[in-house]
């Protein structure tokens, strides 16, 4: 009988194996958290990049944040901001493009249960947000979903197709209402917010 095999058959170790990994994903979790919290930008964008393996770009801003889940699997490009209080499920990617506004307490969900499952199980897909595109307040933007350069999603609207370039939709869920007149001539990297939102 190999070492292995031994100590598979000693019951503590046993029971120690089952809660090693959940204990593993829970102390992530509420580090992460507290990092979100943090009153300094600087340090807190740091430590996403540096501690977690999130690519943010240097002009990027990420404000305090309620969850990050797997932030490696996070990018944010040039002088984008991510608003307040925004739940980002990085899990299967998330790409966030340049000059983009992801508002206050927006959602984006990569991963969610499949109620057809027998066994619940897990499905879903990356989302892709491309550059001048505005997340406004409370929007939610499932998996599988690409919002197009400039598009605009309007405040509490469920997202749960792509959205075309330069649209802008809103509802739940959403579709199409308008189409944004603009010549994204706009660079968000440019001021710096206070150091400590």
Do not use: C
């Not at 490009?77 to 299967?92: H, K, N």
């Not at 109620?115 to 406004?136: C, K, Q, R």
């Amino acid at each position: 009988m190999s070492f292995k095999q031994r100590l598979s058959r000693v019951p503590a170790l046993k029971r120690a194996a089952q809660f090693a990994w959940p204990l593993r994903v829970g102390v992530f979790f509420l580090t992460i958290e507290r990092v979100g919290l943090l009153p300094s930008a600087g340090v807190r964008t740091s430590l996403l990049r540096r501690a977690f393996g999130a690519s943010i770009a240097p002009t990027a801003h990420v404000y305090r944040w309620r969850e990050i889940r797997a932030p490696s699997q996070l990018t944010v490009g040039e002088g984008s901001i991510v608003g307040l209080w925004a739940t980002l499920d990085a899990r299967r990617g998330i790409t966030i493009g340049s000059n983009v506004n992801i508002s206050s307490e927006v959602m984006m969900w990569t991963d969610q249960h499949d109620p057809s499952s027998d066994h619940f199980e897990n499905g879903g897909g990356p989302i892709d947000v491309h550059d001048f595109a505005w997340i406004s307040a409370r929007a939610i933007v499932l998996p599988n979903v690409t919002i197009g350069r400039g598009a605009v999603v309007a405040a509490g609207a469920v997202v749960t197709k792509d959205v075309p370039a330069m649209a802008i939709v809103g509802g739940v869920p959403a579709k199409v209402i308008g189409t944004r007149e603009s010549a994204l001539l706009y660079d968000l990297g440019e001021g710096r917010p206070a150091w400590f939102i």
